[in-house]
């Protein structure tokens, strides 16, 4: 892979969409990455990420040096370019108003079964004053049946950069700090009870990504 230009090794519409994500991030809101020798080095495994702002899939999917899948709405895929963009780049819709989405969580189990990387932020929604939020048991579910390391990712600045008012303050820096990848028997206890697995899991999965801390006052 190019470490300069990894995005001749993505398909071509998401490699061009990388590199134009990747850009704006530099010019506009540039900061510190840390951490990225976190990465494993090859084979499935989920990115958590903390969520504040509508920027962080995409800040969070361009500094990752692979193609990786993200979730959205499935209100999202309406006539024209939106659909199509959003099937270009591969992108799972999912279900947030009707419970458990079968057909989402068997996308995402397949395509970690066919070695991708799956964007996950465990919160659910983006937080309404930038501060962590409990996880929802959906990302200790889907890992706990994948089986696969996690590498908890924590975004600093992401909120004063775009909040949920909508205000977007170009040039302020947001950073972001890649943890060491979680292994499953760091994340799923078999001791846990069936019916509060998954939650833990997502708990202790939100753990690492609130024990990380900005680049500024200790690098990861």
């Known amino acids: ?62 500094n990752l040096p692979q193609q990786v899948c993200f979730f959205a709405r499935k209100t999202l895929w309406k006539p024209g370019f939106a659909s199509w963009w959003l099937d270009k780049v591969g992108t799972i819709p999912v279900d947030r108003d009707g419970g458990a989405d079968v057909t989402a969580i068997k996308r995402v189990l397949g395509a970690l079964k066919h070695g991708k990387v799956v964007i996950l932020f465990p919160e659910g929604t983006r937080s309404a004053d930038g501060q962590l939020q409990i996880p929802k048991p959906g990302v200790g579910m889907l890992a706990c049946r994948a089986r696969v390391p ?9 909120f004063a950069a775009f909040d949920r008012s909508g205000r977007l303050n170009l040039g302020q820096p947001i950073s972001l700090v890649f943890g060491p990848p979680l292994a499953p028997a760091d994340y799923d206890d078999p001791t846990d009870a069936k019916d509060i697995r998954y939650q833990r899991a997502a708990e202790r999965i939100m753990a690492r990504i609130a024990a990380l801390r900005p680049p500024s006052v200790t690098v990861i």
């Open 1 to 62: 892979m190019s470490r300069a230009f990894p995005q001749v090794e993505m398909e071509p519409v998401y490699g061009f969409f990388h590199y134009l994500a990747h850009t704006i991030y530099r010019m506009w809101f540039r900061g510190e990455v840390v951490g990225l020798e976190n990465l494993p080095a090859g084979g499935a495994y989920l990115v958590a990420a903390n969520h504040a702002s509508h920027l962080d899939p995409p800040i969070v999917g361009s």
């Open 150 to 158: 996690v590498v908890p990712v924590r975004l600093f600045g992401s």
